[in-house]
């Protein structure tokens, strides 16, 4: 922070410096070292009013006409898999096509895939925070409310993979507590300790996530005209005023908040990982799996905010707050996470026959080759050719390009997710338990039902919250710094 | 304007930008004023130091919500797997801190972050649902794009005529009002 304000007060010397010398006498002073001109993150330079307008307008005035179509579509699907998994619990989870050998198939898939998504969030949130990257200001909103409404998909699926959820729910078995057998949970396993990550990660996440809107939703309040509306946004904002005392504890506590989320964001998926890690299945049992999985958890996250945010952007008009540098930015994320992937894919086929297990190399020879092959190609083309494209700035700032990009990324993420779980569960070490899982229609519609439980809720949260951060992105405007001529710095005229 | 019949709650200036704030800051700093506040629309950077604020306390509660977190979540486990039901698993030893690790760190870390948060409330006194500052229209611009200081009339040094000079003619507030009680 200090650096930060260090270097505006150096470039408003050096703009003092510039007006100074208007109508000077010829002698040339050497130029003050300037500093580097950065792009605007919020271009036209717009006012501060012109902000809070543009983004508290959006879930102020009424929702544009596709939002309803949208909203129903989304909702329907919510409600299909609400009534398969009630099919799920009344009759049993044979429903889900699972059976000997593979017992996870995507139920578990789709647990990883949606966990994974909201990695993204945290990172843009906390961890672009911690590296003083600015223009995460822009974007981290909308990528936290994914991350908590990825958390709430994901939790469907181990959940309800359980069967007997009431089991699964009830004191003792997952979570710890007194109970009439007088059994407590088996910290020994991975699995538990899974329950431990994901509801801590679901937890600090909305906690997170709440903190970042209280002045966005005082600022909701201050504008508020109905009734419900105020007595709503005056609840939820606690009577929040700007007060300096307060910004001061705010800001401390969100700065503290971003240090627990990193190290909390790269143990969630660690843990995840372990899921797998820690068991004695070849393919699985890799040291290699916590950070392949954090990397392949952000480039997936990465993907999704961008097949949210693009379309955003143009149906509500946020042009100049979510420009296309921030847009090229994550794109770099791809790149750079995609290549961690891809690395981590060519590394475990070395390892399977430098490891010299034979076990191990049929398991990675299996999967690409043997009757799982279309998923893994399916994989190794969305996930290691296609973020490649990326090299190319005219590629990075083809919005169209991209957002078919992201979509790649987020089919090849899912997609390896898929290969991990059931090419090394669906042949066991004897032919007579080699089997091959198809999913049922049950396992399908559940999965494109957690699409619109995801969808339902993000549309909710663009019809009532401000999809951008407002205190944030003000704060990063020259308007803001008190040393900047825009601040009304003095002496510039 | 004339007396107000009601008390008079406190002494609001409004000012245009940022700069205007903080150099006003630093003036009500060295007058000497203690029950005052200044209101902006987002952190401005530096203004504790203008507003001569000390170092945010919040970090102590997430120091003690984590280490409470570390320690409840060891002490658990142990309790739970090796002394109220020891059950030899896998011939795994029936505790250590290795397997236990992973639960108790994410137990620090939850606990940390209740830690901050509500530490952060309890020291912001949040939530405060009534508040003298809502009741008036200039002040809802606070978080949007105007920026106030509030001078309350609490204050060992405030005297409605006298404050209301300073802050209009030394700190060239834009405007200043009463809020009421």
Known sequence: MASASASASASAAAHKASHGSHGAPALKVADAPRELEREPLVLNERPLGWITNAIAGVCENPMPKWWWPAFVVSFGGMLMMFSLIAYLVSTGVGVWGLNQPADWAWDITNFVFWIGIGHAGTLISAVLFLLRQKWRTSVNRAAEAMTIFAVACAGVFPVFHTGRVWFALLPGYLFPAPNANEIWPQFRSPLLWDVFAVSTYGTVSLLFWYVGLIPDLATLRDRAKG????????????????????????????????GLSTPLVLSVHSIVSFDFAVSVVPGWHTTIFPPYFVAGAIF????????????????????DVITVRHVELMCKVLLATGSIVGYAYGMEFFIAWYGGSPYELYAFKNRAFGPYWWSYWSMITCNVISPHFFWFKKLRSNLVFVWIVSIFVNIGMWFERFVIIVTSLHRDYLPSSWGYFTPSWVDVMTFVGSFGLFMTLFLLFIRFLPTIAISEVKGVTPQADPHHPLGGAKGHH | MSASPLKPHALLAEFGTAADIFEA?????????SKWDVHTPFPIHGMDEAMGLRKSPVGWFTFCG?????????????????????????????????????????????????????????LNRLPKLYNPLFKNERFKKATDDRFFIVIEAADPKFSLEATRAFLTEKCHATAVEIVED
Request: hydrophobic residues 50%; contains cysteine; glycine residues 12%.
């Open chain 1, 227 to 258: 009734f419900l509306r105020k007595f709503f946004y005056g609840l939820f904002s606690l009577g929040w005023t700007g007060s300096n005392r307060h910004w001061s504890n705010y800001e401390k506590a969100y700065l503290l908040l971003a």
């Open chain 1, 300 to 319: 997936s996250g990465f993907g999704m905010v961008l097949t949210l945010l693009i379309p955003l952007r143009s149906l509500f008009n946020l042009h």
């Open chain 2, 25 to 33: 800051a630093i003036l009500c700093r060295d007058a000497g004023f």
């Open chain 2, 66 to 122: 984590g280490m409470t977190g570390f320690s409840a979540g060891m002490t658990m486990i142990w309790y739970m797997n090796k002394f109220d039901y020891p059950l030899v698993v896998g011939g795994k030893p029936l505790f250590t801190p290795l397997y236990a690790f992973p639960v108790s760190y994410e137990m620090t870390i939850l606990l940390s972050a209740f830690g901050t948060l509500f530490g952060m409330f309890f």
